[in-house]
């Protein structure tokens, strides 16, 4: 079908339009907003379709109702129609046609026409505005989505499809996507039990091992005790057989000893003993007297020998007589020769004490100590002792004064050279007195000077007041010198005068002046000259004074010249010698010169009384050296006569032999000893003289005792003492003859005995014999042998007999224990003590032994038990058994799921590849119309199986979903896909002429250029096309590309054009264009300038023509008895609403098209798109577009369009605006409100804004999308600033704009775990910011939501617009009901109006509304 | 020179008390026997050795498992040993990977006729028989073995024999002694899989062995596999292991007898023990096959193998090819365990073993000769691409798959390890028959 002409009569705006001809391939039409394009393509559907219900609302409410009505002519499969669409009151409108050829009805012509186009295939892919190309959901309608994808999915598809679902569920089953179910999981399980367990086994097994250790051990161990316990036992009964053994042995053993011992004796003399004791005593007898005899026998032997004689001294008996008779005459003479000896002795000694040291006796002998010489050595000593006294006192007397003298010298010495200065000290006196003297004088002077100075002093000052006093003060001289004037001049006045007239008073007054003049010269003269003579007096004076006073100084100075120097050096100790400085003389003053003075006056004084004394020494000291000079004499004198006595002296000592000496006392002592000695030597000559021939006599006989000594050879004897020894020698004699006597006797008696004794030694040999004829018979040497041979052969039968019987007793024992050798060492070292107590302690190990052998066995049997428990226990190869089998499942489960894993990667590479190569048609139609709109950029459109959506791949290969295209570019895809689309409908034979409202303003230059290619290329191919568009450049592109468009009259003013005409004016129209946006660039810039713009709703025009309501609501108002504007004028929103009493119709929503189509209908030039702007702007009725400003309005106007920038035909300038306020002063009013405002001017719109209030609580929104009215605004925009989403206050928006949220689109795409990091605040976690998604995304997406609303919504858990659009609202209404019930909720809401169930179903019906999140 | 007359008996991986792998579910009374499999085999072994009167046991290696801590496996060697020690026979013990010397609890007092070799040690043991040798016994090691030959084979003969005989002289390879550390630490929870590797001697060995040691009999140790080489002079031989414990050890096993006759001859006999049978059973299951005949023809299957007397239990695994319905209801357990009841009930009286059976089903390419569609074409296509680009494709999928966690990718990984690569690509592209081929199906009809 093509169209070659349109022709309205009556539709919406348009009356009597004619378009033609038309062309079969693409028809532009130009035409500004408002112009009736949209109105042209729902004509066009309405004919072939019929007209929509909201249509014939429109047209029913339209009050001139002339029946809506449009014809077509199209060419149709090669006839011509002309087809006409005319309303009726009911249905869609009555179809009727003309052809050239008849034969068909109507409806056969419409069914050849749609050609299985239904209306909505139609709506949405032939008869498409920028709404249906802006959204995806218009290509997802059932019959759309079936032509789109429906047969992508052949059974092919379908099989891949399933199969998939079928490993997906294979997958799961075996192991599912979280790793947490499956059977793999389950026997992964069951193996790590398993393992479990048998890591177990292992100390198991360890224990085992351990357990059959320990049994060995105790094994071993049991072994060793029973061993130990054998051991024991038979050492106890060797211990037990050794203990009863012992004895009968030791017996035996001591007996054998014993039999050892005794000798084995064969043959024994009965009674031998007895006989062998005879013998014994007989012979004892003998013996003892043999023995008696004996010894008399030798004791007189001993006493003859005792009486043997000594010879030589019988020899010499008679000297020995003789010196004993001398000896008692000799030993008289000893004694006395002994004393005289003695005496000799000591004079001797004594004289050795008289003699010095180094005296020798001879030195002595020679002084002779003779009275005379004793008689002369005393005097001499008495002289030179009394001499020698003399001398010495003489000397000391001297030398006391001598020294006395000396230091009187000093002194004087001393003091004068202090005082004199080598000056005599009559001298010094002298010059000291004349000092003095002139010192008196000068202090005298001195004091005369000062007298005379103060003396002059006072004249002087005397003098002074004397003048002072005596002159006149300066001011009476001046007075009366002035009186002397006064009168000179009256003088001269009186001369004057006298001359002429008063000569008299001229005199008077002269003689005046004369008269005080001279008194005053009078009384100078008397007071000056008084004064005069003192003065003068006084002058004298002091002159006197004067010269007085000058001598006086003189006369010092003079004084002064002579004394200072002297008296100053004086005083420093000086010699006055040196005069040369006496020109330096310096100035004394007063007072120093008077204390220097003083001072030298007090020192001169002093001096002198000093030199006076010195002269009285000196005279003292003279004396004394003449008394010193007398006494040196005398004591000289004295010198001489000793020298004299001790000469003297000398010679005596000399002349005595003496030695000399000046010691008187040494002389004497000297004498006395020498006197002494000689003394002792004589009396020592005599003694020795007296006992010489003493010691001669004793001596001689002592020789003749020796010599007789010699002579006996008897030395031992002293012969130093010869007495003794002749005493000793008489005696011998003596006793040697009584002792010859003696021994005759006894040799006598010795001879008797010797006889007797003889006799008894025979006796005695014939005994012996007797008894050793009896020993020999008995076996023995003697007798105790034989005795004991006796005894033991007795013992010997006694022992044998007992060793027979402990040896039968040992035969016994041994035998009780045969095993047991007896050991004769153990027998040996047998102790029965030690036997018994290491049986006792071998008992006592034996029953240890016995209990740990119990023990020992307990354990062995215990552990094997345990050991036999652990060797049946087969729990370790069960266990790793169904480990085995277990993971021989898990083999067979991981190959099945390899293999499913595997036709998973197999199936997957075949879909995708099936997916590539066998994507319908229309996609691939599509694809290549992609390129083209594209420019190449995007190649491919496909669809994955199953799925309802279209994927693209661009240029680099990458898949894009339609969500991430941009909207120029999605855009491009949807008309892509629609041209397919038609393409296929066309090849397919349905040749329904394509209707593109506007479509390409989105598109960019190159792109829209492309798709004018496009286009044009499909309208080559017999495709036609009207396309509408309201923007200039994309008319004048599509004449470039060599169409001609249709430039639409307005429809206000195109009553009066005829189409035809305007047709052909197209170049003059174009012109008359320019001229109108030349003129109308004052009030408008598209508009070609209406002088008075119609209204856009008239009172009858159906509430279709309203715009914004879709076709249910449309039915809804219809049902309510709504056709018209009018009617919905009418009638109150309320009353309205509540007469639906549909969800989706709100009273809010009916208010909000009431004020639409009041103003559209009251204020001209407001179209009724216009006037749902200017209602989503908040101005609802016309006295407020009336009284609104300019600006303020434009503000509302604008920042709404913004939100509704896509809207071209929307576009609002601020000129219209200023003409709407220009034509709202002069609205017309609807009758009701006419009727109204007459009763109730005040009420209505008050209610009304209450209503409206009521709605939009909050009136500060200016964000709306105005694409329905029945879906109210969104209240959230993706490029809204960050603070506006819910919950999110200032403050957190300044933080999230630190960290780069600015917008909402931004807060949307941030990563909630990233920002709550960024963010750093304690409160808002990454949950909150999650939270606040949800909630963002909810206001964002649902239109009419308020960021409370999609708080509660989000808190009530509800995150996706679908969710709550699928909820039913009791459901929704309980669950907010109890959410606001709470704190969190309350703290929400704060004071504001709970929700109610009316908005809650709203917020259901919007969420059914709700835009997607990346398109909005 | 003619050997010493000897008889001994050469025993590997006995694995006492090991469990056996790869059993799935199976009767109490089953389960107790293959608990008990090792043990029963040891049992008989012992009997063995004193039934042949022989004069040594020489077990070479892998014992039994250290790692398993087994207590019976102990008390049965002690058991066993000490019977033998009652009949004065001697027990060489070369410890194996498996079974370190430091396992064998020293400490503990073996029996007096056990005698242990340290892998490390390389001198040359005399095995006597009353004062005469009748066997040299050395551990060779691949590295020093020719170091620490200090002693021509034939002097020693010379030394030691009086006779003209000489005695037998065996080595002993020990299995991989010094990974042994390594492998120890590495799978220390996981069950010991044995080495299965083909690589039984030591590389060169062959090439300098001969020449350098001639052993008359060469005791392998490695891997279970029983296999004997020629050698010249002498034989390497490996008895396997004397109980298999997995349908992976099926074939023959048991210990060897080797008896050495005063010609110098050396024989080895197969002394077969196992407690336990291994049978993979195959079977073809024709498409129009009944379920009775397929009984039958199992039956026939089973009874065509006698069991000896030794012998406690069969473990049967069905590998049945073949397609169809009957093929298809054998995909059920139910119908697994029916089928299996039956026969053990069939052939009680004349098998007195238990038996268990398992299947293994592999279905034969039924759609050959259907033109499969596209999409399986496409399917099986990308598998293949998936298989032949990826270097190695199960691992691949455990990284391809990122949900996996840390420890799931190990034990995933892990289990990639004993999988079958190529059985689970089959069973993907039967997958993918299955499904896919329904969807051609409905193509076709619609």
Known sequence: MKITRIHVDQFGKWNDLNLAPLNTGINVFYGPNETGKSTLMRMIRGILYGFQPEEMREHSRVSNSVPWSALLDIQHKGQAYEIRRQTNSKGRGNFSFQAESRGTSGQTLLTSLHAGVNESVYENVFAIGLNELQELGTLHGDQVAQHIYGLSLGPEGQAILDVSDQLTQSRQKLLSSDLKTGKLVDLYQQLDDVNLKLGDLEQQAQRFFKLSNELQQSQADSDSLKKRKAGLQYQIRGHRFLDRAWRPWQEVQTLHQKLKRLPAISSFPENGVALLNEYDQNLKQVEGKLGELKTEIQRLGKEIERYELDNDLLNFASNIQSLAEQKDWIADLEQQYQQGESQVQDAEQALNQQLGQDQTFNEIRHIKTTPDNNQRLITAARAYRLAYGKRKNAHQRYKRVSRKYQQTLALLQEQSSHLLHGHSIDEELQRARERMKHLERLSQLRFRESEVLIRQEAVKEQLLRLQDHARIPSWAQKMLFSFALAGMLLIVAGIWRGVSDATLIGLIFCLAGVFYGGTAWALKKHYEINTDDQTEEMQDEIWALDVHLRETRQEIDRLLEDEFFSLKLVTEGHSISSHKHQEKLPTLNFNDENILRTELLHELALKIGELEQLKVAQDRSQKTRLLLVKLRNRSQEIQRVFSGKRHEWCECLKQLGLTETLKIDDAFQMWHQVSNVNLHANQLDQEKRRIKPLGEIVNMYYSRVRDLGQRMNRNQHNFDKPFDVITEWARELDTLSVRQEERTRLRKEEQKLRQESDALQLNRQELEHQRSSLLIQGGAANREEFIQRATSLEERIQVENLLQASQTELEKVSRSEQEIAIVEEDLLNFNPDENTEHLEMLNLELEDIERDLVSVAENTGRLKQDFQNAKTDRSAAHLRFEREQILEQIKQASEKWFTSELSTVGLSQLRSEYERTCQPETLTIASEYLRQLTNGKYRNIWTPLGEQFPKIDDQQGHTLTVNELSSGTREQLFLAIRLAMVERFRNRGVELPMILDDVLVNFDQERTIAAIETLNAIAEKGQQILFFTCHLHLTRLFEDHGGSPVWLPDTNSQTSSSPALFHQADNLEQKSDAEIFTDSSIIGSDEPAPQVPAYGLEWSSPIQSLGTLDDAQIRGLNQAGIQTIDDLLNRDADQIARKLQQDHLSAGLIFEWQSQARLASSIRGITSSQAALLVSCGITETNEVATIALEELWALVESCQQSSEDHSDLVIEQHQIQQWIHWAQQARRHRSDRSDTALQPEIKPSKNSQAGREYRRDQSHVSTDNQSPTIPPFYLNRSMPVEEAPSIGSKTAHRLEKIGIFTIDDFLQCNPEFVSGKLTVRHINEQTIRQWKTQTKLACCIPGLRGHDAQILAACGFSEPEIIAHTSPHELFEKVKAFVKTNKGQRILRNGKKPDFKEITDWINWSQKARALRAA | MPFVPTRFIHASNLRLDHQPQGVGAVSKESQTKLEDCTLITFEEIIKACLKHEIDFLLLTGNTFIDQDYSIRARIALIDGFQQLASENIQVFIIPGQHDPLSAWDLQYSWPANVTFLSPQEHDVLDIRREEETVATLQILNASHYKMHQPLKLNQRNQLFNKHDQRALSIGCIPANSSTEAATRSADRKQSVPLTLSEEILPPDWQADQTYEVPVDYLALSKGTQRHTFEMQPGIAHHPGTAQG??????????????????????????????????????????????????????????????????????????????????????????????????????????????????????????????????????????????????????????????????????????????????????????????????????????
């Open chain 2, 245 to 446: 414990l997995n349908f992976n050890e099926c074939k023959n096993h048991g210990v060897t007898l080797v008896t050495v006759n005063s010609e110098g001859l050396l024989d080895h006999r197969l002394l077969k023990v196992t407690s336990v049978r291994w049978l993979i059973l195959e079977l073809n299951l024709d498409q129009g096959l009944s379920r009775q005949q397929l009984i039958q023809l199992m039956q026939q299957a089973l009874l065509s193998r006698q069991p000896a007397n030794y012998e406690k239990l069969w473990m049967v695994r069905w590998q049945i090819k073949g397609s169809g319905g009957l093929f298809d209801s054998l995909r059920s357990f139910k119908n697994q365990r029916g089928l299996s009841a039956e026969l053990v009930t069939e052939s009680k009286d004349r098998l007195p073993v238990l038996i268990e059976q398992s299947f293994y089903l592999q279905e034969t390419e039924v759609y050959s000769s259907r033109e499969p569609s596209d999409l399986i074409h496409l399917y099986q296509q990308q598998l293949e691409a998936f298989k032949t680009e990826t270097e190695s494709p199960l691992n691949q999928l455990l990284t391809h798959t990122a949900q996996l966690d840390q420890t799931w990718h190990q034990r995933l990984s892990a289990s990639v390890e004993q999988m079958d690569e190529q059985h689970v690509f089959n069973t993907a592209i039967q997958n993918g028959h299955n499904w896919l081929s329904i969807s051609s199906d409905e193509e076709v009809h619609s």
